[in-house]
């Protein structure tokens, strides 16, 4: 049997994080799949009306890869993030690089950006729920969002995907 509907819940909203829930959603929006995402949590940054704040940071990533998106090939294939002390993911300037690194290699390997995959989610009608709750205690207004943003609590997340045969979590 095909799913016919998939879920997904977002709770990570920096710049790297920002990637799964919306190429999953407009994947499966492809497929003919009914998609809901809920952002909840740190996820909510997601839905902001400005994604330029959004940053990449490696403290707290240990498997991020952090290759250079320039230069010749050899230097492009080291991965320089298990030889750099973990000291220096602290110093001021790191999730400015990181962020900086991060979109050159994004674009370079010719993926959207954030924006057009939210904007492909939205043109196929994948519908964005936010945790009412979450919104309330991190102190947002509506008009810090985007107008497409329905705002509910938990309990109507899972009446939505109750109906669903597939969740994904992007919680980790």
Not at 4 to 11: H, R
Not at 29 to 39: H, N, P, Q, R, S
Request: aromatic fraction near 12%; charge should be negative; hydrophobic fraction near 45%.
């Amino acid at each position: 049997m095909s799913c016919e509907k998939l879920t997904i819940i977002a709770t990570k909203g920096s710049f790297d994080w920002g990637y799964p829930p919306f190429i999953l959603a407009s994947t499966a929006a492809a497929l003919g799949k009914e998609v809901t995402i809920f952002f909840t949590f740190y996820g909510l940054a997601l839905l902001k009306t400005d994604l330029g704040s959004l940053k990449v940071t490696p403290i707290g990533n240990p498997a991020m890869p952090m290759k250079m998106p320039f230069g010749p090939k050899w230097l492009q294939s080291i991965d320089f993030a298990p030889k750099v002390p973990n000291v220096l993911w602290n110093l001021p300037f790191i999730d400015a690089f990181s962020t900086s690194m991060m979109k050159k290699t994004v674009k370079n390997n010719g993926v959207a950006p954030l924006t057009e995959l939210r904007e492909l989610c939205l043109e196929a009608e994948v519908k964005f729920m936010a945790c009412q709750m979450t919104v309330e205690l991190f102190g947002y207004e509506h008009s810090d969002l985007i107008e497409e943003v329905e705002y509910v609590g938990a309990a109507t997340y899972f009446d939505e995907s109750n109906e669903s045969e597939t969740t994904q979590s992007l919680y980790m």
